[in-house]
């Protein structure tokens, strides 16, 4: 996997106010249609024919692309750590990035970004759009010019937003409590169990009491995942061999277990011999709820409180895309033993501290 580094000519101010990096990944943000209609990745470089004003924003623009823009749906932890190699080998030259990437599995690769990167003290503004930038009344230019200014917007000398977050469609959220709700509407992301950290209007309003600090400390970069994850999402009438197909996989590390409500599953027999046995196996079950809001808390009903029991990790209000990024990527850095205990404690403001 590859990446070039293309030039821009956005008559670079003088006295730029702040430089920033965008990572081009791929997504509908940078399509075209070919001859017979076909949505296709376009040549980055062409970035100002579609959005002059980018030369207005005095900035000292660089961008990078992947070498083959990608549809998200396409996105693995290798691109993950692609990614997270280009922050870390540019991240003190620049004084914020802006990823674009597609919007299906952004929440993801945002969420595996805030884990891998420690220390964070400048933005990572994940964007990208529902209509392609070539589209008359796209949302991508939108979207990109304020990606553009949260990167470079400071707090007195410190970055105002030090974290790993998503701009689109007028509002800042945090990249490990967000969610794709929205596949046809401008209105993608929704943060979940956490305030919004910005409103885009007129001005930019910064929630600024909702923002982590960044840290004083050196960057570090953690990018070993192991992908032996899976999930088990319940449904009423779910039946043992559903589950057996799933958790009799003898390779599998850690499953997150798709619950409803705040933390609840069939309190059938065979189903908890299922866990029990699997636990007692080494295998890690964390207890994840389909309930965008609100949390797990496991005893809450009798139909949690076998799971507590057996040793089922509650989730309490991590995202599935926070869960499964977090769970490969303390998996490969540190092992089964580890993970369990790190799962459920805070790395990136992912899950309350309760
Ligand atoms: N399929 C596209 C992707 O995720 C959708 C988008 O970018 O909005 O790459």
């Known amino acids: 996997m590859n990446y070039k580094t293309l030039t821009i000519n956005t008559a670079l101010p003088s006295k730029p106010r702040a430089k920033v990096m965008i990572i081009y990944t791929g997504g509908t943000f940078g399509m075209v249609h070919d001859s017979n209609g076909v949505l296709l990745p376009f040549d980055f470089s062409l970035i100002l024919e579609h959005l002059p004003t980018l030369r207005n924003l005095f900035l000292e623009i660089t961008v990078i692309s992947f070498e083959d823009p990608i549809d998200s749906s396409n996105i693995e932890p290798a691109h993950w750590q692609m990614i997270g190699a280009m922050i870390n080998e540019h991240y003190d030259r620049q004084d914020g990035f802006v990823v674009l990437h597609g919007t299906d599995t952004m929440a993801y690769t945002a969420s595996a970004l805030s884990f891998m990167l420690q220390n964070l003290s400048k933005p990572i503004v994940f964007t990208g759009a529902q209509l392609p930038i070539s589209e008359p009344r796209s949302d991508a230019r939108e979207n990109l010019i304020t990606a553009l200014e949260i990167a470079s917007a400071r707090n007195g000398v410190k970055a105002m937003v030090p974290e790993v977050c998503i701009y689109f469609d007028y509002e ?183």
């Open 172 to 354: 800042l959220i945090r990249g490990n409590r967000a969610k794709k709700v929205e596949s046809m509407h401008f209105d993608a992301f929704e943060s979940e169990n956490y305030p919004s950290l910005a409103k885009a209007g007129v001005k930019i309003d910064y929630n600024e009491a909702v923002i982590q600090a960044g840290s004083e400390s050196k960057l570090m970069l953690h990018s070993k995942f192991d992908t032996n994850v899976s999930i088990l999402k319940l449904f009423p009438g779910i039946n043992q061999d559903a589950v057996k197909s799933i958790i009799g996989n003898p390779t599998m590390k850690a499953l997150i277990i798709e619950t409803f409500g705040s933390g609840n599953a069939p309190s059938a027999p065979w189903f908890i011999r299922l866990l029990k046995e699997s636990i007692n196996q080494g295998l890690l079950i964390l207890n994840i709820s389909q309930c965008p809001g609100g949390m797990v808390i496991q005893g809450k009903y009798e139909t949690s409180r076998a799971l507590e029991e057996i040793g089922v990790i509650s989730g309490v209000d991590m995202t599935l895309e926070a869960a499964v990024t977090k769970l490969m990527l303390l998996l490969g850095e540190y092992g089964g033993e580890r993970a369990r205990e790190l799962i459920n404690k805070p790395m990136a403001g992912e899950i309350s501290n309760l």
